[in-house]
């Protein structure tokens, strides 16, 4: 199984406090207690030898100058005895000849060193019956006329049980252990204080982030200190500044854009509001036959296009009035099948020849404000209409969530590259094409009063021709702003 | 041919709509202030008032409150939608309907033909003869166009008449908004509700004792309106 490594900063940093101090701990103990061990052991060695070359030296001018195994085997009991509290095992053995004594198990390589010389030789193995020291040490004693030293061909051996020093070693990694436990979980209590420390500014940072992502523009930080982070901190400030600023001046430009749009079709009303009022004489006077004919002409262009400037300066204001948040449901209780007819006969529009409906048996209720729901249908089957072929088929279906209205044409469908674009303002599906009747904000004007409802409006191409415009609105509205 | 008073501040407007309304053939005498307005109110005696909301000095609603002081005469407001006042404020002022500028002759025509019709609606609905009904404290006189409310003849604007006639004609039966629209007002069905709201708070300001809970008009909550049925 892999383990996956720690994800969150400060884990990571107390793993990494964790692991440095585990390493130093480990270090410091290993040292301590490789110094401790061969002190122990050469404290032992020293002494035993010590107290052995004394023994030796004491009891050697007591054997015979050519010592039988018998005088060699007292030698060793003797030695034995005065082992004291070091419990020695010892042997004697002559010219490499076979131990005599209670010591055994001597190691070849220690008996051809000690043979070869007069140096003692010692050396510590692991034993069946535990760890042990072996010492060998050539006898050599002086003459009894004071003569040199001369080395005897008798060596003596000794072996000591390490039982004792053993268990001093193993209480020392006890020791250690102990001690390096505790430190190792002290380690981590100052290593949460520092990734506390390290982080909070850091989760400061990220809170702050978070703040502006949700629009808080304003968020600052208190810049603490001269660290890396200080200055990370202060960095933010400095972005956050920034962003504020450009919002608010992008905000203030989209503010002119559309107080600007508002202000040309408020200022433009008024000089419609007194044309219009006379284009319906016009009209008369132009069909009447009394004026010269270009003349009649002419007044008919300026009174009609007057009426279409009326119409599009209404839409621009209406589209002003969403853009500035200021449209409002009127929400009421109506009948799914009255909506559609009633839109159908306001616009003249003849059922089954021009438009075609397919509504649920049983009539729905619909809580929706009706005069903008009009408004939309009256959109989508005027375009249907105008752009596609009649018949247009407007379908309903109902879920226990939602009302889809589909608004079906039988015409060549709209091309793939309008598609994307039919919602924008003032989009013009073919640059050379003459402009259509209506005011180019028609379908988003639509698309403002369906978002005004929380429904939604898509469209799309059939494979079999003509367009299907996708009206959802959902059964119960948010919004409840009227009685 | 009913004579129009019209109150309007723009002399462009004021002369495109005065020459449209003559050409229909009504007689209109026009103004650009709210007091010359209250003035030609006494001089010309108008069969209806248009009023611009928006007018320098006394303004529109004003003008309309003082007017409903001392007359019944229609008021057909002339409005520009998204003005500062808003029109609702005005109809809650006693005007009876308005027309939203900029707009034909013959749409301010068919407006102001509706609002006239009000005042004279068809007889024909009750037969002649059938005399005052009484509901309540209030007495209905359709063939005098009079409410009378414990004996005292009660000042209703048009709409408010024709929309007390209309509802308790058919007692407790409701009507949407709509259709009070339709039937009332003559707009169309997609007309804007808020004529009805306006007309009904201030019909209920003049009949019902506490207009907060009203008996002779009542709220059905989602559907409309109803007349009565007033508690035992």
Known sequence: MRIAPPRGLRPRLVVAFVLVAALSALITAALTFRQARSAILDRTQNSAVHDLRLQIDSLAPNLPDDPTDTDLRTFARQLDRASGSRGWHTAVARDGGPLIGTANDVSGALRDATESGDTTFYEREEHADGPRLLIGMPISYTDRRGKAEKPSGLVAYAVLSLDGERADISALITAAWAGAVPALAFAAVPALFAARRVLRPVRQLRTAAEKITSGALDTRLDVVGKDELAALTGTFNTMAAGLERDDAELRRMEANARRFAADVSHELRTPLAAMAAVTDALDEDARSGTLPPDTADAVLLISGETRKLTGMVEDLMEISRFDAGAAVLHLDDVSLRTVVHKTLHLRGWREPDEVITELPEEDLRLRVDARRVDVVLANLIGNALRHGAAPVTVRATATRESLVIEVADEGPGIPDHVLPHVFDRFYKADAARARSEGSGLGLAIAMENVRLHDGTLTVANVPDGGAVFTLTLPRTPRQEDQS | ?232
């Not at chain 2, 003559?22 to 109110?41: C, I, K, M, P, Y």
């Not at chain 2, 108008?46 to 303004?59: H, I, K, Q, R």
């Not at chain 2, 006639?165 to 058919?170: H, N, R």
Request: aromatic letters at 4%.
């Open chain 2, 1 to 232: 041919m009913p004579r129009v008073l019209l109150i309007e501040d723009d002399p462009a407007v004021r002369r495109g709509v005065v020459l449209g309304l003559s050409r229909n053939g009504h007689e209109t005498e026009a103004v650009g202030t709210g007091e010359d307005g209250l003035e030609a109110l006494v001089a010309f005696k108008p069969d209806l008032v248009l009023l611009d909301l928006m007018l320098p000095g006394m303004n529109g609603l004003e003008v309309c409150r003082r007017v409903r002081g001392t007359s019944r005469v229609p008021i057909v407001i002339l409005s520009a939608r998204g003005d500062d006042i808003d029109v609702v404020v005005g109809l809650e002022a006693g005007a009876d309907d308005y027309v939203v500028k900029p707009a034909g002759a013959a749409v301010i025509e068919a407006r102001m033909r509706a609002v006239l019709r009000r005042v004279a609606p068809a007889q024909a609905d009750t037969g002649p003869g059938t005399g005052p009904t009484r509901i309540g404290d209030l007495e209905i006189d359709r063939d005098a166009l009079i409410v009378r409310k414990n004996g005292e003849e009660l000042p209703l604007a048009p709409s408010e008449l024709k929309l007390l006639l209309f509802l308790s004609a058919a007692p407790e039966r409701t009507f949407s908004r709509q259709q009070l629209l339709e039937d009332v007002w003559e707009h169309s069905y997609y007309g804007d509700a808020r004529l009805v709201d306006a007309c009904v708070m201030r019909l209920r300001s003049k009949i019902e004792e506490d207009p907060r809970h009203p008996v002779y008009v009542q709220t059905v909550r989602g559907f409309g309106y109803r007349f009565g049925p007033l508690p035992a």
